[in-house]
């Protein structure tokens, strides 16, 4: 068992392109760390560095005290979970689960007590003569997890390992995989694109986009502070809403109407002009529902579409934003992989609320939960720095600006390929 | 209606291949048991009257066939396996790695397969003569490896590419070398490819006959193919074809035993289920 720390790790392919820029996470003994961000985004080159998969370009990549930057795969003991299981499709599943071992020149006896207690773990006694094509994707799934931990490794490595699952299987595993990290409390690294695996699984959670972390914090941290704007829309499900937002004093004037802001939100938007501001669709809620709801910071609008799902509701409602704004939203949806047309707002309500669609309704808003961005750079004016785990912008700005500019060198390499 | 007809077309193209491909092995068969008086008759008919093994007992007799059938299998075993290593390794390199000339060695290795043997076997005979390997098994053995390796080649690449790398790149994360990686886990899911290409290298060195005649002048290495043709008989306008059609049907019998055996262990679709699917 060890911590990994991930220095200054740059990753630039044969053909220029910079697929991760000076990224620093340090993984600490024990800790679930989740990679995440759109495709793209480097995290799974990262962790194919971490195990020894792909060169590192510069930076130290250090397990424990050893530096393992030259250190072939076999060398680094870590045990890894592929995408798609990568069984040995010739060996049983008792052989599969076992090659790690018998590599390691164990004995017989030892080899098949340690199997039998992988595959007791993961209920796959009545499987271990079978071979991996005859398994189902959930049982390869555990084979694969199976061969992960008969080592004695320092670290596991996953790979978006649920991502070729049903729906249904992905929930099951994702708890199974929690239980397992927690039972053997050995430190793990896992890649995913998904933000629900990652706030579900992670102790902490690195959101990296262009191959530069946004962001490292724990997934509260995440959802209540994000850090800029492509945090706050990565995380959450349905996304956070942008509107086009000017503060004046401590009141926000928004196209749907004005709210009061406590004071120590605005403080930093002041003077800013046209700002974008972020709530969450829980933010909202059907003033006529809500029985305390204090006045200023309600507001009226024609609902869209209701989208009724029993224990809530999500309300639509449409907004025109102006063209600046519009353009930043329009890329962050791109970085986003969204292809969202129109500029709205999600609302979720409370099952109990009666509104229709069509209906002219009366919306409340927590006012003390709105974030602000600055449209330009994208950074978030409100964001309760102690409570936000670390953002890179804030700590160093030189930094994430220079690893900004090599993610930007990136975009040219791939336009120039087009061209 | 139509598909009663399809049936009924299906089966009759399905017989006429049968008779197309069968009829010629079925003659020789049917001619190894006709005796030397019903060959030598003018125009004999189909099946034999008297059907008679003299013509096995008589070939298996003959010191030069035993000789020329040891020299062909040794000479086209050995030609397999050196060929089908030096592919595997080849095809394997070819397949994972990124080297400048790459696409030059596959087209050289092509451009050999096309070489006619014929305009090599003057040099061949004039080389092997000066260096002292004329009518050896590996004056035999060289040819037939350089001849056999660019199919082999191509065919095991294809077989290695389509092994998902992730499967070698597993074996490194659970502790394997290079080496392990490619010889539990490469080789093995590569199996039905190498059995493939090992067919086909041992029949082309099987059933080769201008270098074997070429290149040898003695039973010490002359293979079956070639010294078939030195079958003639006492009198040069009546041959044995009773003894020929024998010698025929024997040495066809190896190669039917050796796909028999050999297409168990071609089974396409091994790789099923190493990744999702």
């Not at chain 1, 409340?364 to 409100?382: M, Y």
């Not at chain 2, 005796?35 to 099946?47: I, K, R, V």
């Not at chain 2, 086209?76 to 060929?83: D, G, K, P």
């Not at chain 2, 389509?162 to 392990?180: F, H, K, L, R, Y």
Request: hydrophobic share 45%; glycine share 8%; proline share 6%.
């Amino acid at each position: 068992m060890a911590a990994i720390d991930i220095k200054n790790i740059v990753k630039k392919y044969g053909d220029g392109f910079p697929a991760v820029n000076d990224i620093s996470i340090d993984v600490q003994d024990g800790e679930f760390m989740i990679l995440v961000g759109p495709s793209g985004c480097g995290k799974s080159t990262l962790l194919r560095m971490i195990v020894g998969l792909e060169d590192i370009t510069s930076g130290d990549m250090m397990i424990g005290d050893k530096r393992v930057n030259d250190l072939a795969p076999r060398d680094r003991n870590l045990a890894m979970v592929f995408q798609n299981y990568a069984l040995y499709p010739h060996l049983t599943v008792y052989e599969n689960i076992a090659f790690p071992l018998r590599l390691a020149g164990a004995s017989n006896d030892e080899v098949d007590k340690k199997v039998r207690d992988a595959s007791k773990t993961l209920e796959l006694d009545e499987h271990l003569e079978r071979k991996p094509g005859n398994l189902s994707g959930g049982q390869r799934q555990r084979v694969a997890m199976g061969r992960a931990i008969v080592r004695d490794a320092d670290a596991f490595l996953f790979d978006e390992p649920l991502s070729n699952l049903d729906a249904k299987l992905r929930g099951q595993m994702r708890t199974e995989i929690a239980r397992l990290q927690k039972r053997l409390g050995i430190t793990t690294v896992y890649v995913t694109h998904d933000q629900t695996e990652a706030m579900t699984l992670g102790d902490r959670v690195a959101v990296l986009k262009r191959g530069v972390l946004q962001q490292l914090a724990t997934p509260r941290e995440l959802y209540t502070n994000p850090g800029n704007l492509f945090v706050a829309g990565f995380i959450g499900s349905p996304p956070m809403n942008f509107v086009p937002a000017e503060v004046d004093g401590t009141s926000v004037k928004m196209p749907f109407g004005t709210v009061e802001l406590p004071p120590e939100k605005t403080a930093n938007a002041q003077g800013k002009g046209l700002l974008i501001a972020g709530i969450r669709p829980e933010h909202f809620e059907d003033a006529s529902v809500k029985d305390d709801a204090p006045a200023g910071s309600t507001f009226r609008a024609k609902v869209d579409v209701v989208e009724w799902l029993g224990n809530e509701a999500y309300a639509y409602i449409p907004f025109e934003a102006p063209p600046e704004v519009q353009k930043q939203l329009t890329e962050l949806e791109r970085e986003l992989d969204g292809d969202q047309m129109r500029t709205q707002l999600v609302v979720s309500l409370d099952g109990a609320s009666r509104i229709a669609e069509g209906d002219e309704a009366e919306i409340w808003v927590d006012a003390s939960k709105i974030h602000l961005f600055d449209p330009t750079t994208g950074e978030n004016l409100t964001v309760d720095e102690s409570r936000a785990g670390r953002i890179p912008e804030r700590e160093d700005p030189k930094a994430k600006e220079k690893a900004e500019k090599m993610a930007d060198q990136g975009e040219q390499v791939h336009s120039a390929e087009e061209a | 209606m139509n598909e009663t007809r399809n049936k009924i077309g299906t089966w009759v193209g399905f017989l006429f291949i049968l008779v197309w491909c069968l009829l010629p092995v079925v003659w020789i068969i049917s001619m190894s048991l006709k005796g030397p008086t019903e060959t030598g008759a003018g125009s004999p008919q189909f099946l034999p009257k008297d059907p008679t093994f003299e013509n096995y007992g008589d070939i298996l007799d003959n010191p030069d066939f035993r000789d020329s059938l040891i020299n062909s299998f040794g000479i086209s075993m050995i030609a397999t396996v050196l060929s089908v290593i030096l592919a595997t390794l080849a095809a394997y390199a070819i397949a994972r790695l990124e080297f400048k000339g790459k696409r030059v060695v596959l087209s050289l290795a092509l451009a050999i397969a096309m070489f006619p043997v014929v305009a090599l076997v003057g040099p061949l005979f004039d080389l092997w003569r000066t260096i002292g390997i004329f009518d050896t098994w590996i004056g035999l053995i060289i040819p037939y490896m350089s001849f056999t390796l660019p199919l082999a080649i191509w065919t095991l690449s294809a077989f290695f590419r389509e092994i998902p790398w992730e499967m070698e790149q597993a074996a490194q994360v659970d502790g394997a070398t290079s080496w392990q990686a490619f010889r539990k886990v490469i080789v093995p899911l590569a199996a039905p490819g190498v059995f493939t290409a090992a067919i086909l290298t041992f029949f082309f060195a099987w059933n080769e006959f201008v270098l074997a005649i070429s290149l040898t002048s003695t039973t010490q290495s002359r293979t079956v193919p070639a010294q078939l043709s030195f079958f003639v008989g006492p009198d040069p306008f009546n041959p044995p074809y009773g003894q020929l059609a024998t010698a025929s049907v024997l040495v066809t019998i190896p190669i039917i035993i050796i796909v028999l055996l050999f297409q168990r262990k071609i089974v396409a679709g091994l790789t099923s289920g190493a990744v999702k699917g």
